[in-house]
T-cell receptor, first 113, second 113 residues
Framework: NAGVTQTPKFQVLKTGQSMTLQCAQD?????MYWYRQDPGMGLRLIYY???????DKGEVPNGYNVSRLNKREFSLRLESAAPSQTSVYFC????????????FGDGTRLSIL | GESVGLHLPTLSVQEGDNSIINCAYS??????FIWYKQESGKGPQFIID?????DKRQGQRVTVLLNKTVKHLSLQIAATQPGDSAVYFC????????????FGKGTLLTVNP
């Protein structure tokens, strides 16, 4: 049972380059989320998708876009990467019918030079 | 407690002792709370959850206590083991059908053998 799978695990970009982070879950969950984690800041929500076909901004959406490709997959895109976007990115999912835990992937470590 | 700058609050205990990790949450309307454990290089892992209609819930070696009057959550770990060393996060769901979580900044638990 893979749970939430994120690719790639590591990436280094130059300022101005674009990139898409991939996330897939195999738990038949309705809701999916993208977070970034910076030292001393905890996890901050970038975008989320409450159900297939919907996406909404979270706490820190500037500089990012998302696509809910289907029920399983939710991607995060950086159109023009900036050094301030250097972070660890986590994808999570939950059933989305009642209060239940979110399940997380192991993250993508992204460095922008 | 609150983090200062880039430094997480830390708790250092001896193997076999009981650990208590505290969290102050922000929203009196929150109705669901979760504790996560995060080991180095991995995503947050669900430990235990509690709904606002309860004040205590027990799992295997872990207990969560909820005090809604002072908006305080705690995680108790019995007979702490070296494998419990990690960063622990509390999270709250402020309500709504999007099941979004707001995370605390985390506490680093170090278990000394």
């Amino acid at each position: 049972n893979a749970g939430v799978t994120q690719t790639p695990k590591f990436q280094v970009l130059k300022t101005g380059q674009s990139m898409t982070l991939q996330c897939a879950q195999d738990m038949n969950h309705n809701s999916m989320y993208w977070y970034r984690q910076d030292p001393g800041m905890g996890l901050r929500l970038i975008y989320y998708s409450a159900s297939e076909g919907t996406t909404d901004k979270g706490e820190v959406p500037n500089g990012y876009n998302v696509s809910r490709l289907n029920k399983r997959e939710f991607s995060l895109r950086l159109e023009s990467a900036a050094p301030s976007q250097t972070s660890v990115y986590f994808c999570a999912s939950t059933l989305g019918i009642s209060n239940q835990p979110q399940h997380f992937g192991d993250g993508t470590r992204l460095s922008i030079l | 407690g609150e983090s200062v700058g880039l430094h997480l609050p830390t708790l250092s205990v001896q193997e076999g002792d009981n650990s208590i990790i505290n969290c102050a949450y922000s929203n009196s309307a929150s109705d669901y709370f979760i504790w996560y454990k995060q080991e180095s290089g991995k995503g947050p892992q669900f430990i235990i959850d509690i709904r606002s209609n309860m004040d205590k819930r027990q799992g295997q070696r872990v207990t969560v206590l909820l005090n809604k009057t002072v908006k305080h959550l705690s995680l108790q770990i019995a007979a702490t083991q070296p494998g419990d060393s990690a960063v622990y996060f509390c999270a709250e769901n402020s309500g709504g059908s999007n099941y979004k979580l707001t995370f605390g900044k985390g506490t680093l638990l170090t278990v000394n053998p």
